[in-house]
């Protein structure tokens, strides 16, 4: 399998070559084109870890596609405008902001796990993903924005609004950017994630939040 990420960083798009026979687990609504002979198969992962990936900002189906009678193409884009990077998968894994994650090899197994009130009140919902693999894998992440890998050597302070994925062998804790609540309130940058450890982060250039609210402001009041 390789994936072929084009028209980067701003509106990015994999393309997903297959062998016979292999398959890639994509995120309900990726898909964007696939090669006629490629077979698609769609998974809820049981009733629990459905509920569970909706309530986490995902999709409650995933989608399998497999090349069958010769080799297979399937193209995958993120819903939002910006970069996608592929993880090599880790011994020690990956942590995954819910909504940033696009496809992975069938053997990578993604779980929800509970953030805690923390995450809530971050805005990032009350789950994140966590990715583990025995063996090579690969995870897809895609961004708002340009995607930027940093190297976090002890500690690290990140707006919880651009976090895409992080290696698992950080910890982190969420925050005041503030002295107080109400300087953090006035500063505009709400809670931030402290990671803590040596590894890996992944940040979006871009706060799908933000943006949203930036346009929203812009669009005349709805009339009715």
């Given at each position: 399998m390789n994936f072929d990420i084009q028209y980067r960083p701003a509106h990015s798009l994999a393309k997903v070559s297959l062998n016979p026979g292999e398959a890639v687990v994509a995120e309900s609504g990726a898909m964007v084109g696939m090669s006629t002979n490629v077979q698609m198969q769609t998974q809820s992962g049981g009733v629990m870890s459905g509920l569970k990936r909706m309530f986490g900002g995902e999709s409650f189906f995933r989608n399998t596609f497999t090349a069958a009678n010769g080799p297979g193409e399937v193209?995958?884009?993120?819903?939002?405008?910006?970069?996608?990077?592929?993880?090599?998968?880790?011994?020690?894994?990956?942590?995954?902001?819910?909504?940033?994650?696009?496809?992975?090899t069938p053997n990578v197994n993604i779980e929800t796990k509970v953030?805690?009130?923390?995450?809530?009140?971050?805005?990032?919902?009350?789950?994140?993903?966590?990715?583990?693999?025995?063996?090579p894998g690969q995870v897809l992440v895609g961004a708002f924005g340009g995607i930027q890998e940093l190297q976090c050597d002890g500690s690290l302070v990140i707006d919880t609004g651009h976090l895409v994925a992080w290696d698992a062998t950080l910890t982190y804790t969420v925050g005041k950017s503030g002295s107080g609540w109400v300087a953090s309130f006035l500063s505009g940058e709400g809670l931030v994630c402290h990671f803590q450890g040596q590894g890996r982060i992944w940040i979006q250039t871009r706060n799908p939040a933000g943006y949203g609210q930036a346009i929203g402001a812009l669009l005349p009041p709805r009339s009715g």
């Open positions: 193209l995958l884009a993120h819903s939002l405008c910006g970069d996608m990077v592929v993880l090599e998968m880790t011994g020690a894994g990956y942590f995954i902001q819910s909504s940033s994650f696009i496809a992975s953030g805690g009130f923390k995450s809530f009140f971050a805005g990032e919902g009350v789950f994140v993903l966590q990715a583990s693999c025995q063996g």
